[in-house]
């Protein structure tokens, strides 16, 4: 089993570290560029992992090589929650975005450097439905993101939205809670969705 885990930048730059558990002594370190300011959430593709940042930064590191592949500007506020599915990266924001990225992987080249790297964004797919935008656009930022089966869920303060993402919204509210929302995880084998609560409390939505 690995772990995957990032620091802050102070007293240094940020830092990725890739620790084996049968052998916790020796670990890996890769050193973001300086311009990414921290790490707020993480996901693990295809032999790299994806980095979102308090300032709406997303960054692909290379496991293999170390290297950073893309590194883009990809939401005006912190990015919350990254979901890996089905060849695209779905990224949820503070901005109350959620948006879809193709990351193929014919479509990406590993960098040389950072400059290279930066700006290098993936393609955004364009939701279905009555939303038809290249962003789903929501009432209130959003807390995190997750998978349901084939769904998407989506936290913000007041409930929880599903969508098949980036085909249509298939409900926006699942459920009404009765405190502001903080954190979301789904149980991998029953599916049953969890919410940590304001009022300390935690609540099954699903």
Not at 12 to 35: F, I, N, Q, Y
Not at 69 to 97: F, M
Not at 107 to 124: I, K, N, V
Not at 126 to 149: M, Q, Y
Request: with cysteine; net charge positive; proline share 4%.
């Amino acid at each position: 089993m690995v772990v995957v885990a990032t620091t802050a930048k102070y007293p240094g730059p940020v830092a990725v570290k890739m620790t084996d558990l049968r052998c916790a002594s020796r670990a890996l370190e890769w050193h973001l560029p300086p311009a990414v300011n921290d790490t707020k959430v993480l996901a693990q593709g295809s032999a790299c992992v994806w980095l979102g940042s308090h300032t709406g930064q997303i960054c692909q590191l290379d496991l293999r090589s170390g290297m950073v592949r893309r590194w883009w500007q990809g939401h005006q506020g912190g990015v919350t929650g990254l979901l890996v599915r089905d060849g695209s990266l779905i990224s949820a924001s503070a901005d109350k975005t959620v948006a879809v990225w193709r990351v193929e992987s014919d479509m990406l080249r590993t960098s040389g450097c950072w400059d290279e790297a930066w700006s290098a964004a993936a393609p955004l797919a364009t939701w279905g439905g009555k939303e038809n935008a290249s962003r789903l656009f929501l009432t209130d930022p959003i807390v995190a993101v997750d998978s349901i089966g084939s769904k998407m869920a989506a936290a913000v303060a007041g409930g929880i939205v599903l969508a098949d993402a980036p085909y249509s919204v298939s409900q926006s509210r699942l459920r009404h809670v009765r405190s502001s929302i903080l954190s979301m995880a789904v149980m991998p084998y029953s599916r049953a969705l969890f919410v940590g609560c304001e009022d300390g409390k935690i609540r099954c939505c699903y």
